[in-house]
């Protein structure tokens, strides 16, 4: 007869293992179509992994920006809207004439 503890043990570890090996079969395969992977996805576990964090760290970026918008007003929202128009078109214009 086996012990309860034993068993939950070994059932936890298990299911810890095939959570691991879960994850790192979707990082290591190439998530670029046109790019051929290695056998055992090291450089692509690593890629994949740093496209994350940058992933994330655009999130929080983003939240950031969507909360300092919240704290303006339509005046200065639009103030601003209007600013980011004039510099582009700036820059469309330098483009343009080089």
Do not use: H
């Amino acid at each position: 007869e086996f012990q309860p503890a034993i068993v939950a043990t070994t059932s936890v570890a298990f299911l810890v293992v095939g959570l691991l090996g879960i994850t790192y079969s979707i990082f290591s395969t190439s998530w670029d179509e046109d790019r051929e992977g290695s056998f055992f996805g090291i450089d692509e576990a690593k890629r994949n992994l740093d496209n994350v964090k940058q992933g994330l760290g655009r999130s929080r970026d983003n939240l950031v920006a969507r909360e300092k918008m919240a704290a303006l007003s339509d005046r200065e929202i639009d103030t601003a809207i209007a600013d980011l128009n004039r510099r582009e078109a700036a820059q469309a214009k330098k483009e343009e004439s080089e």
